[in-house]
């Protein structure tokens, strides 16, 4: 860039919107997430390798492998109504959303419509007809006087 494009910037402080202001809050927290998710499925890997090695080993009874799996099932069922009781959750937030927000945008918006179509219709009765008539009885008056007229050959 050349010296004065340089300058201008420098001189013009760039403002950020709110929207960008909290996405660019939001990126440690939303990269520490992704830090820790991944930590967890490392280390829940971890753990199911470490838990078959020990499996294959030459005296490993029936009872031992199926204890392991109960304890493996138990552990996903919990995995599981971990992640139910957050879909509830975020079930009734939308549910929440869309009763305190969403609808009150909808009844402002139908009687919106309501006021537009009580503005047509005076529009309608007070202005667009008297017009008409106007022009009908303009046209009617025109006709008559180009009858009276003497035409020209």
């Known amino acids: ?16 919107s709110a929207a ?3 996405i660019q809050e939001n990126k440690p927290q939303s990269t520490g997430k992704k830090v820790a998710f991944i930590i967890g499925g490392l280390l829940i890997l971890a753990l199911v ?13 029936t009872g031992r492998v199926r204890d392991i799996f109960i304890i493996f099932m138990a552990l996903e069922f919990l995995l599981i109504g971990g992640v139910m009781v957050i879909l509830i959750i975020q079930l009734a937030r939308l549910t929440l959303l869309l009763q ?11 009687e919106t419509a309501n006021t537009l179509r009580g503005t047509t219709a005076f529009l309608s ?3 667009v007809e008297p ?4 022009n009908q009885y303009m046209a009617g008056l025109n006709k008559i006087l180009s009858f009276f007229k003497p035409e020209k050959d």
Not at 8 to 16: C, F, H, K, M, S
Not at 49 to 61: E, M, Y
Not at 131 to 134: R, T, Y
Request: hydrophobic content about 40%.
């Open 20 to 22: 960008e202001e909290e």
């Open 100 to 110: 305190n927000e969403i609808k009150p945008i909808l009844d402002s918006t139908n």
């Open 125 to 127: 009765e007070h202005l």
């Open 49 to 61: 390798v470490v838990g078959l090695v020990l499996l294959l080993q030459p005296g490993t009874d």
């Open 1 to 16: 860039m050349t010296e004065p494009q340089q300058s201008l910037r420098e001189a013009i402080p760039l403002e950020l």
């Open 131 to 134: 017009v008409l008539k106007l």
